[in-house]
Every structure is written in C-alpha cells, then in structure tokens.
C-alpha cells in the first residue's frame, strides 16, 4: 500500500493536534512526517521530507 507523506502547519497547537488525530483514525494511508507552528519551521520540512500533501493556515507565503 503506498503511503503519502504529509506536513500540517498551523499556528495553533490545537489545530495541529486535532487534524494529526483525525489524519490517524481515518486515514491511514498517510503518513504524518512533521508538523510546524509557523512558516520558517514549515518550509524547512517540506524541503526536509518532500511530502505529497500538506495543509497550512493563516499563513502567507510572502512574508
């Protein structure tokens, strides 16, 4: 079966925490390999661990 890998980046722990859980229980065909609080953290690992999918909020990429 293959896995994707997948980042979340949120600024609220709850936020990472709650979406990490529901990832868990429902699909388990991904494979969570980092989350990050904020954008610096974020980009590092997205080029760290090449995911398939990632999610992020409140965000803006230009800053």
Do not use: C
């Amino acid at each position: 079966m293959y896995k994707y890998r997948a980042v979340i980046i949120d600024d609220e722990h709850s936020g990472r925490e709650v979406l990490s859980r529901l990832l868990a229980a429902y699909i388990p065909e991904i494979d969570l390999v980092g989350k990050a609080a904020g954008l610096q953290q974020g980009r590092l690992l997205i080029e760290q661990h090449s995911p398939t999918l990632f999610s992020w909020r409140a965000l803006s990429w230009n800053h």
